[in-house]
């Protein structure tokens, strides 16, 4: 008899509590309320047995082990699931770099083998080059500003209001990953209110459409920061100073991809130390550029206005929002970059309707949907793990509406409190959310796995309505289509840290291995989950 099951596996690789403890356990349940589950499993994990015939659409059988890290699921004879999930979790004491896999009996085991090793990183383009030097330059900034540099920042302010159409000079970092090159630039101040006030480059030019997009983000800056806390103020201004400028553009001339903007928070601090800094507020944004005479890639003024000016700024805000939250107000270290970045495009739809997610950011999650295995979300900074890391985000901020977050029960107080913290990484995560980031993983794995089945109301794993099934109006013809899944014919053997893999497996390859199921990991304990899919 014919059935097939999908092997699911997410390994986790960050310093946090553990999923279990000595010794191992199994359980049985249903996700929701559709069915309750009547699987079965043993204690002792070298032979956890499961009764697939039993199992209802909806069934889910758990087993976690802290110890050997092998663990062998039987299937019964008469077995005749049509379809199954199986998901593996390590717990974030996981320490190896690679697992073996094993589906089939002890005969068979070695023809049938999968070794699944991290699976590397993406291929580095400017935006993340520009990103991640930044996000690596702020863990390394002290977390006091010396009293000089704001006292002269001070006075610069009282001497000079700034007007529209007064210029300014500022010096631009013109090197990927140098902070001792710059351009120095002339701009005009074409707009000021009470929030920012934007500079741009004698070098290029803005519209007044253009302008006046700018000058409608205002309201959803000041949402921004209700939600996320204060910028710092070392001039004693109020503002926060936008440049749009070319130089931006140039970042990305040798190379695919291009630069949006960034913010370097080495311009909080004094020239003595570093000669790059304006000793002022300022995040930098690239211009429009229909004819890519400023850099690699025509950046039309359509796209820019649909695409760029709507999210850019409110991204390179919360950067600098979060290193005065993190640093400078609490004397801690700056957030870890995947979570920095996560957040930033977390704002970049509407702020506070995170229903919006902006026309960037689903381009960046419909990559990380066609190989998740190969994506580490929580130590990379690649477009692909933006997409998840920015998901997964999304999943908590879902969780927190629907009320199962133990320490927070809105998205807004979420995020705010990630900004507002003293910690980062997945320690800020759990303090935030009061919950083991093992079970928030394993729950977002399973509701990317599970995502538009219909296998469950339970809303643990819920998106709280996104459905990963969908066409976008994104300017950029994306699409997303679930998921997906690797067949055991056609893995190619490799895994990423802190991922999420599903290898579907049919049934005839379980009946032609004798119905055995054998998983083998490195150190660390591992969390399996199986499901009865249809």
């Given at each position: 008899?014919?059935?097939?099951?999908?092997?699911?596996?997410?390994?986790?690789?960050?310093?946090?509590?553990?999923?279990?403890?000595?010794?191992?356990?199994?359980?049985?349940?249903?996700?929701?309320?559709?069915?309750?589950?009547?699987?079965?499993?043993?204690?002792?994990?070298?032979?956890?047995?499961?009764?697939?015939?039993?199992?209802?659409?909806?069934?889910?059988?758990?087993?976690?082990?802290?110890?050997?890290?092998?663990?062998?699921?039987?299937?019964?004879?008469?077995?005749?699931?049509?379809?199954?999930?199986?998901?593996?979790?390590?717990?974030?004491?996981?320490?190896?770099?690679?697992?073996?896999?094993?589906?089939?009996?002890?005969?068979?085991?070695?023809?049938?083998?999968?070794?699944?090793?991290?699976?590397?990183?993406?291929?580095?383009?400017?935006?993340?080059?520009?990103?991640?030097?930044?996000?690596?330059i702020?863990?390394?900034?002290?977390?006091?500003?010396?009293?000089?540099?704001?006292?002269?920042?001070?006075?610069?302010?009282?001497?000079?209001?700034t007007?529209?159409?007064?210029?300014?000079?500022?010096?631009?970092?013109?090197?990927?990953?140098?902070?001792?090159?710059?351009?120095?630039?002339?701009?005009?101040?074409?707009?000021s209110?009470?929030?920012?006030?934007?500079?741009?480059?004698?070098?290029?030019?803005?519209?007044?459409?253009?302008?006046?997009?700018?000058?409608?983000?205002?309201?959803?800056?000041?949402?921004?920061?209700?939600?996320?806390?204060?910028?710092?103020?070392?001039?004693?201004?109020?503002?926060?100073?936008?440049?749009?400028?070319?130089?931006?553009?140039?970042?990305?001339?040798?190379?695919?991809?291009?630069?949006?903007?960034?913010?370097?928070?080495?311009?909080?601090?004094?020239?003595?130390s570093?000669?790059?800094?304006?000793e002022?507020?300022?995040?930098?944004?690239?211009?429009?550029?229909?004819?890519?005479?400023?850099?690699?890639?025509?950046?039309?003024?359509?796209?820019?206005?649909n695409?760029?000016?709507?999210?850019?700024?409110?991204?390179?805000?919360?950067?600098?929002?979060?290193?005065?939250?993190?640093v400078?107000?609490?004397?801690?270290?700056?957030?870890?970059?995947?979570?920095?970045?996560?957040?930033?495009?977390?704002?970049?739809?509407?702020?506070?309707?995170?229903?919006?997610?902006?026309?960037?950011?689903?381009?960046?999650?419909?990559?990380?949907?066609?190989?998740?295995?190969?994506?580490?979300?929580?130590?990379?900074?690649?477009?692909?793990?933006?997409?998840?890391?920015y998901?997964?985000?999304?999943?908590?901020?879902?969780?927190?509406?629907?009320?199962?977050?133990?320490?927070?029960?809105?998205?807004?107080?979420?995020?705010?409190?990630?900004?507002?913290?003293?910690?980062?990484?997945?320690?800020?995560?759990?303090?935030?959310?009061?919950?083991?980031?093992?079970?928030?993983?394993?729950?977002?794995?399973?509701?990317v796995?599970?995502?538009?089945?219909?296998?469950?109301?339970?809303?643990?794993?819920?998106?709280?309505?996104?459905?990963?099934?969908?066409?976008?109006?994104?300017?950029?013809?994306?699409?997303?289509?679930?998921?997906?899944?690797r067949?055991?014919?056609s893995?190619?053997?490799?895994?990423?840290?802190?991922?999420?893999?599903?290898?579907?497996?049919?049934?005839?390859?379980?009946?032609?291995?004798?119905?055995?199921?054998?998983l083998?990991?490195?150190?660390?304990?591992?969390?399996?989950?199986?499901?009865?899919?249809?």
């Amino acid at each position: 008899m014919r059935f097939k099951m999908y092997f699911m596996l997410g390994c986790l690789m960050m310093t946090a509590s553990a999923c279990g403890g000595a010794g191992g356990s199994s359980s049985t349940s249903s996700l929701g309320t559709l069915t309750q589950g009547t699987g079965t499993g043993e204690n002792q994990l070298s032979s956890g047995e499961v009764n697939a015939a039993s199992m209802r659409v909806g069934d889910s059988f758990t087993v976690e082990d802290a110890e050997s890290n092998n663990i062998t699921l039987t299937f019964s004879d008469e077995t005749q699931t049509d379809d199954l999930y199986l998901l593996v979790l390590s717990t974030p004491e996981q320490t190896a770099q690679s697992f073996a896999y094993i589906l089939g009996s002890e005969s068979a085991a070695s023809s049938n083998a999968l070794s699944l090793k991290s699976a590397g990183q993406d291929e580095a383009l400017p935006a993340q080059d520009m990103h991640d030097f930044m996000r690596e330059i702020e863990s390394d900034l002290p977390a006091q500003l010396p009293q000089a540099i704001q006292s002269r920042a001070q006075a610069m302010t009282r001497q000079v209001a700034t007007r529209v159409g007064d210029t300014r000079t500022f010096k631009v970092l013109n090197t990927l990953g140098s902070l001792d090159s710059c351009d120095t630039v002339t701009a005009e101040a074409v707009l000021s209110n009470d929030t920012f006030v934007l500079y741009v480059d004698e070098d290029t030019e803005l519209s007044d459409d253009e302008i006046e997009i700018y000058a409608s983000l205002e309201e959803g800056l000041r949402k921004e920061i209700d939600i996320a806390g204060a910028p710092s103020d070392i001039d004693a201004d109020g503002k926060v100073n936008v440049l749009i400028t070319p130089v931006v553009n140039s970042l990305a001339s040798s190379g695919g991809g291009f630069v949006t903007g960034f913010f370097d928070a080495t311009n909080l601090y004094s020239t003595r130390s570093y000669p790059c800094s304006n000793e002022t507020e300022i995040v930098f944004l690239n211009a429009p550029d229909p004819d890519g005479d400023m850099g690699n890639v025509r950046i039309s003024h359509s796209f820019y206005q649909n695409n760029l000016q709507t999210t850019v700024l409110y991204h390179e805000f919360q950067h600098l929002i979060n290193f005065n939250q993190h640093v400078l107000s609490r004397g801690s270290r700056a957030e870890r970059a995947a979570l920095n970045e996560a957040l930033s495009h977390f704002f970049e739809g509407n702020p506070g309707d995170w229903s919006d997610f902006g026309n960037e950011n689903p381009s960046r999650v419909a990559p990380f949907l066609s190989a998740p295995y190969a994506k580490d979300l929580l130590s990379g900074t690649s477009l692909a793990q933006r997409g998840g890391s920015y998901l997964f985000l999304h999943y908590l901020c879902a969780q927190a509406d629907l009320g199962t977050l133990s320490a927070v029960s809105s998205c807004d107080e979420l995020i705010g409190s990630l900004i507002q913290s003293a910690q980062s990484g997945v320690d800020n995560i759990e303090s935030v959310t009061g919950e083991d980031f093992s079970d928030l993983f394993s729950n977002f794995a399973l509701a990317v796995a599970i995502n538009n089945l219909g296998l469950t109301d339970d809303v643990r794993f819920d998106f709280d309505g996104l459905n990963l099934y969908q066409s976008w109006q994104d300017n950029r013809g994306t699409r997303w289509d679930g998921v997906s899944t690797r067949s055991l014919d056609s893995t190619d053997g490799t895994m990423s840290a802190n991922a999420i893999d599903i290898i579907e497996i049919t049934g005839r390859d379980i009946a032609n291995n004798d119905g055995i199921v054998s998983l083998n990991g490195g150190a660390g304990s591992l969390r399996a989950h199986l499901i009865r899919v249809n």
